[in-house]
Nanobody, 126 residues
């Protein structure tokens, strides 16, 4: 089992920056990839970015490419999402998700993740 805890959400003005953290505990060695997803009120959960735990390759959703950076610190069992040039449309609950080594399928689909955090609210408003 893996437990995920997000932190770092808050209220930021448009154009500002925020860094989210996702700290994992439990069977860390079983994690293949970690992703950030977000869900705005009345909308479907949306993929934001993922990072492969071994090797560190990354992938971003088009609307955040160049503004968001996902990174990892394996020594701290933590994945970060650095968000810059934030826009009101980035407002959402941001979730961290982990995919185990045994699960297969596209990393762009939420059903292919085993573990989810509780979410952290990000609000972009002046």
């Amino acid at each position: 089992q893996v437990q995920l805890v997000e932190s770092g959400g808050g209220l930021v003005q448009p154009g500002g920056s925020l860094r989210l953290s996702c700290t994992a505990s439990g069977s860390i060695f079983s994690i293949y990839a970690v992703a950030w997803w977000r869900q705005a009120p009345g909308k479907e959960r949306e993929f934001v970015a993922h990072i492969i735990r071994s090797g560190g390759s990354t992938y971003y959703e088009t609307s955040v490419k160049g503004r968001f950076t996902i990174s990892r610190d394996n020594a701290k069992n933590t994945v970060y999402l650095q968000m810059t040039s934030l826009k009101p449309e980035d407002t959402a609950v941001y979730y961290c998700a982990a995919r185990s080594l045994t699960l297969k399928g596209s990393l762009l689909l939420p059903e292919n993740y085993d573990y989810w955090g509780q979410g952290t609210q990000v609000t972009i408003s002046s």
